[in-house]
């Protein structure tokens, strides 16, 4: 068993895949990675994540084509990613070792009336999303997040639950475990081309062949069972062996800055470009034109602070994959949003800044599931729910190859399967 990509969705997998003890006695399972190291993406994320119902779009009701035995839960697939994934942060701090887990609230900041018609549409009484507050209160703002003045605030939206991690020790953590199952991770090895080895009928069901490429030799290697989990380029990757998986590039930057007075007791986000996007019904969340120059449409902000008090700042959005290019005015456009809703971060220098492609795709919900016979995807997870994503497809993997009690899945896990099918996209 192959699986591209060492990045939260691929690590997870594999991790969970060799807890099966038939998993380990059919198949030696290989990770194969680009990088030199584990995390893909993800470790330029924000890794930011508050639990509760998501605005989460449904082209179809799938719940007419799953078993009538199946009770359809009271969560949405990425909320239920969400928790989830937070469950087993929480073993793996206790248990395993310290992967910076901290319990942390979120604040969407709310900086005028047409963002406050918004905020009331999606999180107010009667919106689409429960579970959030709507607060206007500046005495309550100041106790629950100290660091921002409510004088210049029309009120914010409070996550109450919520948390962050380190993506490095995460992934690492995953990689370590399941090397020591017997998993091989190949680092520094691109992938140049898959195709699919034609077996006749007598022979059993087609191979794949991955051919890559290190700093000073090409392989091959043979797979039986072939998984992608590389981000965007699932779509390039799966289209050599004729598959279409429409997930598209969406390229996001951050920046870093120290100020050793400020101490977030929460994540934050403004609602200037959420605001946009519903008001103008944007199916993919840019702040800019996908053409150079890049005009800008709207402004997006999202903020952590590190166990080591370094303060991320994020938003900028451009449709399409800028090959890790910082666009250096898109990064003055985040600090100007920031220093308006921080201003003792003023004349503060930036320490650094990086940018990231990240998966979006049509409906927004993970592509996770089989395109074909022992061929398999994951695409579509921001970090903080690519535990649980893979995990999900773990278990997807399980229930195709395994028979008698490891190879069954409740009736929760596969309605949640069902819903992040590709075979949605297929059917359209």
Partial sequence: MVILGAGICGVSAAYFLTQCEEIQSEWNVTVIESAPLVGGTGLKSSAIMYLGPLLEKNDKDLSTEI???TVQPSM????????????????????WNDIEFRNKGTVGVIEDDEQLEIANLIFGKGGRVKGAQII?????IRKIEPSINP???KGIIYHERGATVDPYLVCHSFETRAENQGTQFLFNHTVKKLERIKNDGSKGSDTFRVHTVTSNEESRIDADVLVICTGWTAK??????DHNVPVKAMHGQMFAISCPDLKLNNNIYGLEGVTHWRKNRMKHQATRESEAPYKRITSHLYGVQLANGILKFG???????LNGKVLEDGIDDNYETVIRIFPQL??????????GTMPFTPDQKIICGELEENFFVLTGSGFMRGLASGKLLAQRIKKRHL???EGNIDSTTQYYLDQCTPKRFMEK
């Fill in 136 to 140: 206007s209160d500046p005495d309550l």
């Fill in 236 to 241: 390039d990757f799966a289209a050599q062996v």
């Fill in 346 to 355: 003023k004349d503060v220098p930036i320490l650094g800044s990086w940018s």
């Fill in 76 to 95: 949405t697939l990425t909320q239920y990613l969400g928790e989830d994934a937070y469950d087993f942060f929480t073993v793996m701090q206790k248990e």
């Fill in 403 to 405: 028979k008698g009690k």
């Fill in 315 to 321: 938003g900028d959005r451009i449709l399409g994959d």
């Fill in 151 to 153: 004088d210049q605030l």
């Fill in 67 to 69: 078993s009538s035995e």
